[in-house]
Structures are given as structure tokens and as C-alpha cells.
């Protein structure tokens, strides 16, 4: 019997690993559906800055600001992540990146590839 037990627990192991490396744990779906609710904007930033174009997004569960910023761009993005920060305060009210809700709109910065 306490075989059987060990074997049974043994193929469900195996079976589960087989699974995660097939599909993987996370599904991939998550930053491909990202909610685009408006059309790309120009916002002013201080210090005489260049303007920073954004994008408004509704976020969905599994988002980060990263991963819609690369999703965004398509792909790596040119600029540092402190900068990314940094653009994504300015462009919603200072608000910390880890502070994003599911199902709200946030403005996040575009950049144009050099």
C-alpha cells in the first residue's frame, strides 16, 4: 500500500512537471491583452524637457508597469528602468509603480527607438 502511495505521488509529480514545462506556470496571455483605451498623447513635462508621449492603458491582472512599457514599445526598451520610473510618476501624479490597481487607467511613456 505504501508503495502504491509513492507511486501514485511519484507520476503526479512527474506529470506536474511535464505540464510547467510544456506551458509554463504563467500564462504568456497577460501582456499580450493589454487594454489600449486611447490613442497615444504628447505630455508636456517640466524643466524644459522634450515632451514624453504616452499611452493609456487599462491595467489587467499580472500587468507591471515593465511589462506593459515593453509591451508597448515592442520589445527592449531604450532607457533605463529608473528612468521608466521616473516618466511613469511624472505622467500619473507621482503615483509608485507598485501602487497600480487592476482595472485602472494609467498613462505609461513610449519611446521612440534611436
Known sequence: MKRLFIC??????????????RTGS???????QINQSA???????PDDSPSL???EVIVEPGHTVLSVVEHLNE???PVSI?????DFKSLNQSLEPDMIQT???YLFPIYKKE
Open 39 to 45: 490613442p497615444t498623447k504628447k505630455v508636456e513635462t
Open 75 to 77: 520589445g527592449p526598451i
Open 8 to 21: 501514485v505521488a511519484l507520476i503526479l509529480v512527474i506529470a506536474g512537471i511535464v505540464s510547467d514545462l
Open 103 to 105: 482595472g485602472e487607467t
Open 26 to 32: 504563467l500564462p504568456d496571455q497577460s501582456v499580450k
Open 53 to 55: 508621449v504616452s499611452q
Open 82 to 86: 529608473a528612468q521608466i520610473i521616473e
